[in-house]
């Protein structure tokens, strides 16, 4: 069965990879593929049909375990799309969309974007596949949009915008060399010619970015279209921020950093192209939103230290998903899930009912060792470790920080000192203190350490006399 | 800088002529070698009556208890040594501030370690608010035999004495009795009474209130 479909790949939250500007479009539940003819395939059962503008996605779906594969049908392959036919037997059978693919000799998929299956050229036959839809999804929106992604033949203009641009560059070098004279190239449009063909290039660049722009705004369809391309722009921006501050070898002034930084952050937050909607999952969406979510999150974990507070993720993930936000019912109930997925990340609720996103493998035991030997430092006994300091060391947020050390607390590591100047954790001396023997102070305990600790700081502790 | 502590020294000594009888003292030496810890009084204070936490009520179960049973030990060396029998919650006593760390036990700690003590028979509330408390480093009991004691030790079995001179006569100086406070006195004396061993009377007055032993 795996011989027939071409592999798709699948992240390890069970979300399929996308390729390179491909956008969902429709997701079905419960879908069976079946060939009309059993030798060419067995047929797929029971699983999630996920339609994007370049491929036909079907993943095994179960809610217990994971996908870790999937089986593609690159949209080029297919050669027709069958109108449904709307007969009375229709009416008592689930609803079900026929499409022919082309298939190569080798009885596998036509795939258009492998060297060997082109060369052998166009697959001469082809096979009738049928999907059968079981599930409650709505089946006429999904040939609707089939139709569509299949006529766009978005993956068409992905290979010759990718090739367009490599010609562009080569007739650019091929310019500039010089291969004869004149202002004017044979098919006479303008060259560019050194500096003022630079020039004139930066202008054309300019000019098309603006009307782009102009474009874009003026039709919210027509936005969703250019879309894509704001964010190319966005990346082309990130990348020059990028190279300009490396290259800056006098001393720029602290401002034009500052803001090329805020512009980097803001940039980075814009991520996800495709987000999952309502619209196109259907009853699974909080199931694909769990899923998407905790893709997203991997990476600003890493960056707050594996400890993010829930209300924190929340902001960012509806700041990269730009429109088609969530709702914080939603997050949660997405977080929820994630117990019954086998993702890497989990959600957690502390005594204190602070609410964090943090990974699996995060273990609380490495964080209390690390605060134990933060608390044992010499500065930490003599004045002990406020939140800040915690969060310093640890390189986290002070709120997370206070939550690690609460807890700590609780465990009996370390004790609390309320006073004017705020409130600080000491380690804790207690268990080491006989109270039948209270003068008494083991030679090398963590209490003769404290006072070794606390008499160097000399002077500064006592007040001698009040006068 | 040997200069400047002398001086200090000696300022601080002609301070302490007039000043209250438990101004902290430190010893220092040069160097890193630990130094002696305060004392109020003449009362030495254990190390870790410098560990901040230790003034901090603990809300951790095991810690709070380890902490609580410090405190009863403190208080009651304390009272002991000091002869204090009654804590009173709302002013100023020495054992419950620590002006080298600057830090002061809450009234609800103070009511904390007090009711402990009160839960173990070692004190005693004196009023329902509270306010007060007696410390009884001597339990009833003790006291009534130290009693018995002073009486078979100095003869007095079938003699008959006032209750002040129990507790500031000549007899009593060696003994714990001496500078007792009244109201333990009168509960010691009662339970004795109640043994047989004495009989209470009242004098012309009622600082004068007579005993006849009959240990």
Known sequence: MSNFFSKAEVTSSGRPVFLHNEVECHLLSGVDLEPEDHHHFTPLKSGILILTTHRLLWLHSSSATTPTSASAIPLAAISHIFSSRKSLKSVFHSPRIRFQVLVSPDGRVFDPGSGSGSSSGSGSRSVVVTAVIRGKGDSDGFLVKFWDSWRARAWESNETSGSGSGSGLASGSEAVTGTGGGLYSRDGSLRMVGVAGILRKEQQMWESTDKSLQDAFQDLNALMGKAKEMVM??????????????????????????????????????????????????????????????????????????????????????????????????????????????????????????????????????????????????????????????????????????????????????????????????????????????????????????????????????????? | MFGIEVIILISSLRFRLEAENFSPISIYCEGSTCREMQKLGDFKLPHFFNYPPYFTLQPVRETREKQVQLWKELILDYCRTQKIFVIKLEEEFPLFSNSVIERTLSHEAREAFLSALAAEGRAEWLDKGHRSCLILWHRIQEWADIIVNFVKDNGFEDSVMTVEEIRFGIESRRTELHGIDRTILMRALKLLEQKGKLAIFKGTSTDDEGIKFSV
Not at chain 1, 300 to 327: H, K, V, W
Request: proline fraction near 5%; hydrophobic fraction near 40%; include cysteine.
């Open chain 1, 233 to 467: 722009l966005a990346e082309k921006m990130r990348q020059k921020l990028l190279s300009g501050t490396s290259s800056q070898t006098s001393g720029a002034n602290d401002e034009d950093m500052g803001s090329k930084e805020e512009m980097q952050d803001w940039l980075l937050s814009v991520g996800i192209i495709s987000p999952v909607t309502k619209e196109s999952a259907g009853a699974l969406y909080h199931q694909q939103l769990s899923r998407q979510l905790a893709d997203f999150v991997r990476t600003p974990l890493e960056r707050a230290g594996g400890m993010i507070n829930l209300i924190d993720a929340y902001c960012l993930f509806n700041r990269a998903r730009g429109t088609e936000l969530i709702s914080p019912d939603d997050m949660l109930q997405a977080c929820s899930l994630w117990e019954k997925f086998d993702v890497p990340v989990m959600l957690r609720k502390f005594d204190s009912g602070v609410m964090v996103i943090q990974n699996k493998s995060h273990s609380d035991d490495e964080v209390f060792a690390r605060i134990k030997s933060l608390a044992a430092k010499p500065e930490a006994l003599r004045n002990g470790v406020s939140p800040t300091d915690a969060a310093m060391s640890l390189g986290i947020a002070p709120a997370m920080a206070k939550e690690h050390l609460l807890t700590a607390e609780s465990k009996g590591l370390l004790c609390r000192d309320i006073s004017p100047d705020g409130f600080r954790f000491y380690i804790n001396l207690f268990p080491e203190i006989d109270p039948l023997n209270i003068y008494f102070v083991k030679d090398y305990g963590i209490c003769s350490t404290w006072i070794k600790a606390v008499s160097t700081s000399g002077f500064q502790n006592h007040a001698v006399i009040p006068l």
